[in-house]
Each structure stands twice: as C-alpha cells, then as structure tokens.
C-alpha cells in the first residue's frame, strides 16, 4: 500500500525551528501556553492541530466502541480519544484497547507495554493516520488499524519492527466489506468486527 509523502514544518518554515520533548509539552500546559481545550497534539516531537470531526468519524468511533466493548476480556479496557504516551509524542488516537483498572492511569497515560491495539478512524486524516504508522511502531504498539471511512476498509498493521532509523509494521492486511476482522489481545484472537457493521451504508 502506497503512502503519500507527508511533510515535516522544517519544510515550510524559513527559519530555525525546534521540536519539543514530551516533557516540554507538558510545561508547556503547566505554563498556559497551551490550554486544555486546545485541539493539538504531540507527534514526533512537533505540536500539530488536530483534524475536525464530521458526523461519520465521531459515529464510527461510537459504533466501533460498541462492538470492541463485547468482546474484551475483563482485565481490559477503552479509551476514546484519551492521550498515550510515547517517547516523543502524546498522540490522542480514537480508541486505545489498554490494560485495566482504570486507576491504573490516573498518574500517566498508557505507554506501548499497557496497549493492545491503538485505533484511528480516518477520513480528512488519512495520509496523516497512515504517517501515524511510523510513531507507533517505533514505540512497539502491537497492533494498529486505521479504520479508513474513504475507501470502506479497515486496514490493520502488526509485527512493528525497526525501531532505529525507519520503524514499520511488517505486516499489513486490508480487510473490505465483506470481511471480518479478528480482534487481538497478546496474540489471542477474542473475537472478529464485521466491516460492513461499520458501514452500513456500504453498497
């Protein structure tokens, strides 16, 4: 699967410019450079807007929610569009598959060791959701689906390896209508999503 060239802001910017570690990001918040509300986000190191939403990504959020919720193990659990942490970046993904109790996150966000699977569901954002590829599998994330509202798939990356120089995910399926797509947890399938539950207008 191909991936459009997505540029970085030293491309653009005609000065000097710095990115920022996560531990910056964080004083920048303390310091009320950045507000709570703010819709931005840390990835690699640079702090970028995030995409607005439109009817069809906050409803497939709501439905995917709904199909993972039935079939996860007890010990695991869901966050929406909450924070993880990774070495350079604190990415906001639509949905985490993490580790519970919930108390277990009200010191830090989730790393890489406390998630199962990260989730983006992608329509404007999809070149950026398919960049997104290269920050999760540097920090280890098992597993990463973009659920891409575009063309009515829901691609699925596993096996991150590299994580020096250029991290990928060796393995990449696509899954359309028709199929169904196994959810796993630590390398145990708890279940499977139809696609065409996730869009039921798909012809």
Same mark, same amino acid.
């Given at each position: 699967m191909s991936i459009a060239t997505t540029n970085t802001a030293a491309d653009f910017s005609p000065f000097p410019i710095r990115r920022f570690t996560v531990n910056e990001y964080h004083r920048l918040a303390e310091m009320g450079v950045l507000a709570e509300n703010d819709r931005v986000e840390l990835l690699e190191g640079w702090v970028v807007p995030k995409m607005i939403h439109n009817p069809a990504h906050d409803g497939t959020i709501e439905l995917m929610d709904e199909l993972l919720r039935a079939l996860l193990p007890n010990s695991w659990r869901i966050r929406i569009q909450s924070v993880i942490t990774t070495a350079d970046s604190e990415p906001e993904p639509d949905l985490a598959i993490v580790r519970g109790p919930a108390g277990r996150?009200?010191?830090?966000?989730? #790393?890489? +060791?406390?998630?199962?699977?990260?989730?983006?569901?992608? $329509?404007?954002? !999809?070149?950026?959701?398919?960049?997104? &590829? &290269? !920050?999760?599998?540097?920090?280890?994330?098992?597993?990463?689906?973009?659920? @891409?509202?575009?063309? &009515?798939?829901? #691609?699925?990356?596993? @096996?991150?390896?590299?994580?020096?120089?250029?991290?990928?995910?060796?393995?990449?399926?696509?899954?359309?209508?028709?199929?169904?797509?196994?959810?796993?947890? !630590?390398?145990?399938?708890?279940?499977?999503? +139809?696609?065409?539950?996730?869009?039921?207008? +798909? $012809?």
């Open positions: 996150y009200l010191g830090r966000h989730p #790393e890489a +060791a406390d998630i199962a699977i990260v989730i983006e569901v992608a $329509e404007s954002s !999809l070149d950026r959701d398919r960049h997104k &590829r &290269r !920050l999760y599998a540097r920090t280890g994330i098992a597993m990463y689906w973009i659920v @891409n509202l575009i063309d &009515r798939r829901v #691609e699925v990356y596993s @096996n991150p390896i590299g994580s020096d120089g250029e991290p990928r995910y060796a393995d990449e399926t696509s899954y359309g209508v028709d199929d169904k797509v196994p959810v796993e947890i !630590l390398g145990r399938t708890v279940g499977s999503i +139809a696609v065409a539950e996730l869009f039921p207008n +798909a $012809e």
